[in-house]
């Protein structure tokens, strides 16, 4: 497993949230996304998807249980739409969904960190890794602890997410994905025991029959320049997807979906890629 040795903590300008919140919120959500949010307490955390049916991720979510209702964590890029989508849904349920407005997105690397956002933050979700998010009032003058853990650039907890194999879905690779090629079943954020949600037949079927040919593999690059959705070849022919980024001044790390068993130098823009691994067999289905 590749490692990364950076703590500490840092405001994510690039993520945004929306709340839902009424007295059918947690069954309304249970219905919706593949993590089981009948177990989430305030104020824990969950990673979480929201998919098609046809079983496409096209949101990845870091679901926080306050206690009026929860917060949904995503890419400032898809919290707009992936608002707007769950809102089509609510029909007769006493449900709100409603754009964050006063609060901001915070990430810790390692445990200091960690431990220093959840003293602060009003609810926060702790990844493998010690790879951590949480929200907090923008008002609130009570920002994670400096003196227990030195502030990070977003880079540096962008990066340790990717190592610890942690997915994100963008614009550009919405719909594209069953979540068992992006690992989310092996990072916790499908239940396969709660009953039905959208794209469930299909995400069941994929875990009991085993027939998911892509998955998730980790890469450095190096160049900056390189966005989710790009091509990656193998041999002049398209052989994966780029799902995430963290690009640095001299390399990048990267999550790519590639097809099972492909053989040859991987490259993007005609830069060839440093295959890593992961924390889990990103062979095994």
Known sequence: MTTYDTT??????????????????????????????????????????????RGRVIAVIRLLRLDEGFVAVAPRSMVEATAHRLALFVLRARVSVDICDNLAVWGAVGAPA?????????????????????????????????????????????????L??????????????????????????ISFDKGCYVGQEVIARAHHLGRVKRHARLFRLPISDVNPGDAVTVDNATAGTVVRVAAGTDQSTLLAVMRDGVIGAASI?????????????????
């Open 8 to 53: 500490g903590v840092t405001r994510l300008p690039e993520y945004g949230c929306f709340r839902i919140t009424g007295p059918d919120a947690a069954s309304f959500l249970q219905g919706q996304l593949s993590s089981d949010v009948s177990a989430l307490t305030s104020p824990g955390g969950q990673l979480s998807s929201l998919s098609d049916p």
């Open 114 to 162: 960690a431990d220093s956002l959840e003293s602060a933050a009003a609810a926060v979700l702790r990844m493998p890794a010690d790879v951590a998010v949480g929200v907090q009032s923008s008002d609130d003058t009570d920002t994670p602890d400096a003196t227990r853990a030195m502030a990070v650039d977003p880079t540096d907890w962008e990066t340790t997410e990717i």
């Open 269 to 285: 823009h005609g830069h060839q890629l440093e295959a890593a691994s992961l924390p889990f067999d990103p062979g095994m289905g």
């Open 164 to 189: 610890a194999g942690i997915p994100e879905i963008y614009p550009a690779t919405g719909g594209k994905f069953v979540a068992q090629m992006l690992h989310l079943d092996r990072l916790g954020a």
